[in-house]
């Protein structure tokens, strides 16, 4: 019988001699077990002087959050008039209220107004004003002689700096990037201001030329503006010969020759005979039709009542009121909604003396 061989005991494992940063194994994961969350994910570890060679500590690199995008212009601008369709008002907007909360900004928005103040002296003309306009918007702003609305223009506009608050035009921000903003804006001043000595079609060519448009291109888009506006016959006179209607029309026109995607008008219909309003109004419209945005101020409220989309009543640089028509008016008209907002009629005690006449 032979004897079995004796067991031979295995060699002793010589241990690992640890170094200096120790590197841990890839390990496998349990995806029944969350991980336990880290106190701060954005500190590393700090290292200690010995490193435990039995147990590896796991090197964490650190996580560096992003910095966030400070160039505004990235963001989505509203469709240009060419585009062929009207971006309707979001449904179930919630009612108006004295002092509603502005909704919240969008990259469709053709404009938006947040917090913008702007005072002269010790006297606020506008205070703390937030409106959201989005594109394809046909847009009214009403209110009382010395509300703010013309401020408030000239701030959008770019002529006046508020002192608080930001606008952006089409997602750009109107503070700083002040020539990429008024790129995409036309713009009807309020007291115009003109050269007097020139033709109108040398006027419409300066305004052409001054945004940056081909000569050829000036003169095509002056013979539509002229046909549409009926200023043919009127072109080769002075602005100084011009009414105010016809005034306030090649200054229009002047505002569109560059194609806007946002129109700026303080009383676009003021010293306008019906049948002129009639034209600027179906060239206004059609704009709009097409995805133009238009801001403007007016004392019409049956002209707004009538053809804008969204209102904005503003009394002593605050806005009271926004929303749609319907929603701004209620039960009442539009005109008997602004004189409740605007403190209602004047007192006329104390002017008896009027009533007995003097011979």
């Not at 009382?144 to 930001?166: F, V, Y």
């Not at 009807?188 to 201001?193: G, S, V, Y």
């Not at 109004?281 to 039709?289: E, H, K, P, Q, R």
Request: glycine share 8%; proline share 9%; aromatic share 4%.
């Amino acid at each position: 019988m032979i004897e079995p061989a004796p067991a031979v005991e295995p060699a002793p494992v010589a241990e690992p001699v640890a170094a200096s940063v120790a590197v841990a194994p890839a390990t496998t994961t349990d995806p029944t077990v969350a991980p336990e969350p880290t106190t701060d994910p954005t500190v590393a570890p700090e290292p200690t002087a010995e490193t435990d060679a039995a147990e590896p500590q796991e090197l964490v690199a650190p996580v560096v959050a992003p910095e966030p995008d400070r160039d505004t212009t990235t963001a989505v601008l509203a469709p240009a008039p060419a585009v062929a369709a009207v971006i309707d008002d979001a449904p179930g907007e919630a009612s108006v209220a004295l002092a509603p909360a502005p909704a919240p900004a969008t990259a469709g928005d053709a404009l938006v107004l947040r917090g913008v103040t702007k005072r002269f002296g010790s006297t606020p003309a506008v205070d703390g004003i937030d409106l959201t306009i989005p594109a394809g918007t046909f847009y009214g702003l009403v209110g009382p002689n010395g509300a703010g609305k013309t401020t408030t223009l000239s701030m959008i506009a770019g002529l006046l700096e508020p002192d608080r608050g930001t606008i952006h035009v089409g997602g750009v921000d109107a503070a700083a990037k002040p020539l990429a903003a008024k790129k995409l804006m036309g713009v009807l001043p309020d007291r115009l201001r003109t050269f007097d000595r020139l033709t109108g079609r040398q006027l419409l060519y300066y305004y052409g030329v001054l945004r940056g448009l081909p000569p050829a291109v000036v003169e095509s888009r002056t013979v539509d503006l002229a046909r549409a506006f009926d200023l043919e016959d009127a072109l080769g006179r002075s602005v100084s010969d011009y009414s105010a209607g016809m005034l306030k029309k090649v200054m229009l026109a002047g505002a569109l020759i560059h194609s806007p995607r946002l129109l700026v008008l303080d009383e676009p219909f003021e010293a306008v005979d019906p049948v002129s309003s009639a034209i600027i109004l179906d060239i206004l419209s059609t704009y709009v039709a097409h995805g133009g945005t238009v801001i403007l101020s007016s004392h019409g409220m049956e002209l707004v009542e009538r053809v804008c989309t969204r209102v904005a009543v503003i009394v002593a640089g605050q806005v009271l009121a926004e929303g749609t028509v319907d929603e701004v008016r209620g039960e009442l008209t539009l005109e008997q909604r602004f004189v409740e907002l605007a403190g209602g009629l004047s007192d006329v005690e104390g002017l008896e003396w009027l009533h007995t006449f003097s011979d």
